[in-house]
């Protein structure tokens, strides 16, 4: 959908429109953003975002607007863009964004015939609830948040998967509680101040960990808890915890049940009768998938890959190789530094929270390219917090070859780890917010200070956040950007569980990442894909900051009026933008970190 308009930035405006795919009438939020060329030349370009989903809940008092559409109350729960699904007896109201992988389980202990259910999953979880109430949560599968209301009782819950695959933001005003499944639907009840502590977060891993947002106040449940409605408590229905047994199963055993465990759950993943799809990028995680998928689907897999021109290094050999394997339709989408550039606006606009990483903008590319082909996309993501991907070998350096006695910060190392800007905070930040916000406890800590084992301190935090906060974050909102539905399966929560009950040294055997996960499924792929070592898909953004980017940079970071400038000094930002002593080659991953963060920020200007 395209709409023109002379407005800057962005202007948000509900419109009842046919979806020209499903022929579906829905409700679509298209923020209409415009920037000019990033290349300095005058023409304007006008791109349209879809939210989905657009529903809102308050709770509390709340007279609305005449203007709204689709609000419904019951007492003390209004809801606003959606319509609830009832429970067999109606006294459980559900609204949700849900997607259950094992919901032929379910109806079977429920006593229905999965063959005749014609109801979606929201109705079931409504099913669910006056059954087993809150018991029933232990038995879900999937990716969902939802809001169950009683109406009887007058209170209600809200509810987040266990690993964080859909997100559930709110904000608390007085009395009265706003709830969405994005933080786009709540701006028009919360003042635009940013929450310095995430800021800080921000600039040092590249995404905003925990329950904060970047916007103060505005709050995200987290993975696996419950929030009571409408006094505000807070519990876990599950955490990802090591469970591992004084007698664990061998390495051999281990593999097969991972194995066994796989296909259970590729199985749920895949869609019936219609092509699915999967990102590519021919690494070990993604041709797993691939391979699965392969099979155990009998339609046809389309897999998608990228790069960024001949100059570049890619992985086009490894991810063809494996395309070939399993007989895919391939397609491989070249990405351009200007086509980087004029689509990061309307990237961090389907982004609930700013995401520094330069996969992001290929991410969206990848889903306009896919919706031409497929509804459904596999990805591979999930593994390498999951089985001990490279990421954690700087922090597993740092276990090897530090002693107790040298009382290294082990915080510090962590943040250091990310090779983002935590270094660079005391320069980077101005003095005063640098000072607010330098001895606040980090969100990291409790974890990486626990008495787990230090490999599996480092996968818990890789799931607990990075996972949720910044990789499910990422691909799925920018999934849905294609109206497709994403799902990655080696992120589901039984591979967590899996993960987190075999011995570590399974996971990181000596120098070998993800040992076990190769084991099982060593059968499915050429050994070149199984032992070759995982490079990573690297954006050239340093490059492109040199050669295209850096006077565009210029005025956007160093602009008086830029969002940032408030928080950050520009002395630094400049000495980046010139490349004054970039030795080992990584301002320009730095300068895009800031230009992500400037240009989300723009979005939300009015």
Request: charged residues 20%; neutral net charge; contains cysteine.
């Amino acid at each position: 959908m395209m709409i023109s308009t002379t407005i800057l930035y962005h202007t948000v405006v509900y419109l009842e429109i046919e979806d020209k795919r499903t022929g579906v009438q829905d409700f679509v939020s298209s923020v209409v953003l415009q920037t000019q060329s990033m290349f300095n030349r005058k023409k304007k370009i006008t791109q349209a975002l879809r939210l989905d989903p657009l529903w809102q809940i308050i709770v509390g008092d709340f007279h609305h607007d005449p203007s709204y559409q689709q609000v419904g109350q019951f007492e003390g729960f209004s809801l606003v863009k959606t319509v609830p699904k009832l429970s067999k007896n109606q006294r459980f109201a559900v609204v949700g964004d849900i997607w259950l992988s094992n919901r032929h389980l379910l109806l079977t202990k429920l006593g229905m015939n999965p063959n005749t259910w014609k109801e979606d999953d929201s109705t079931l979880i409504a099913w669910l609830w006056e059954q087993w109430g809150q018991d029933c949560l232990h038995e879900l599968r999937g990716i969902f948040s939802f809001i169950v209301w009683d109406t009887y009782e007058k209170k209600g819950y809200a509810v987040r998967d266990s690993v964080g695959g859909r997100t559930l933001y709110y904000y608390q005003q007085g009395s009265t509680l706003y709830l969405a499944p994005r933080l786009r639907n709540l701006s028009p009840y919360f003042q635009k101040n940013i929450d310095l502590i995430a800021l800080k977060d921000y600039l040092c891993t590249a995404f905003v960990p925990g329950e904060r947002t970047l916007w103060q106040g505005v709050k995200e449940l987290r993975p696996g808890t419950i929030l009571s409605l409408p006094d505000g408590t807070i519990e876990p229905y599950w955490q990802p915890q090591e469970t591992i047994s004084k007698s664990p199963l061998s390495f051999e055993e281990s593999s097969e049940a991972l194995r066994a465990l796989l296909e259970t759950i590729m199985l749920e993943y895949l869609p019936s009768q219609e092509p699915v799809g999967v990102y590519l990028s021919g690494g070990l995680d993604s041709s797993c998938v691939t391979a699965l998928a392969k099979q155990f689907h009998d339609d046809t897999i389309h897999t998608y890959s990228i790069h960024f021109g001949q100059d570049y290094p890619n992985e086009l050999e490894f991810s063809s190789l494996v395309a070939s394997h399993c007989q895919t339709h391939h397609h491989i989408l070249e990405i351009s530094p200007q086509q980087m550039w004029d689509n990061l606006t309307i990237t961090m606009a389907n982004l609930d929270n700013p995401i520094g990483d330069p996969l992001t903008v290929p991410n969206y590319l990848l889903a306009q390219l896919a919706k031409e082909d497929v509804k459904v996309i596999l990805n591979g993501e999930g593994s390498d917090p999951c089985f001990g991907g490279p990421k954690n070998q700087p922090m597993l350096l740092y276990s090897l070859y530090h002693t107790p006695e040298q009382n290294v910060d082990l915080l510090s190392s962590y943040l250091t780890s990310f090779k983002k800007c935590f270094l660079d905070l005391p320069q980077l930040l101005k003095p005063d917010i640098f000072q607010k916000v330098n001895n606040q406890a980090s969100v990291f800590e409790p974890d990486l200070l626990s008495s787990a084992d230090y490999v599996n301190r480092l996968m818990l935090l890789n799931i607990k956040f990075k996972g949720s906060d910044h990789i499910l974050n990422k691909v799925n909102n920018l999934t849905r950007s294609g109206c497709l539905a994403g799902r990655a399966p080696l992120f589901d929560r039984r591979i967590v569980d899996f993960s987190l009950s075999i011995p570590p040294h399974y996971k990181l055997a000596g120098a070998r990442e993800k040992a076990i996960l190769k084991q099982a499924v060593s059968h499915l792929l050429p050994a070149t894909i199984i032992d070759r070592p995982k490079s990573g898909m690297m954006v050239p953004v340093n490059a492109w900051f040199r050669q295209y980017w850096q006077r565009k940079a210029k005025r956007l970071l160093l602009n008086k009026r830029a969002a940032i400038a408030p928080y950050l000094q520009q002395d630094i930002i400049k000495a980046w933008l010139n490349y004054q002593g970039d030795i080992w080659g990584k301002y320009g991953i730095k300068l895009w970190l800031l230009v992500s963060l400037e240009i989300w920020l723009k979005t939300y200007e009015e």
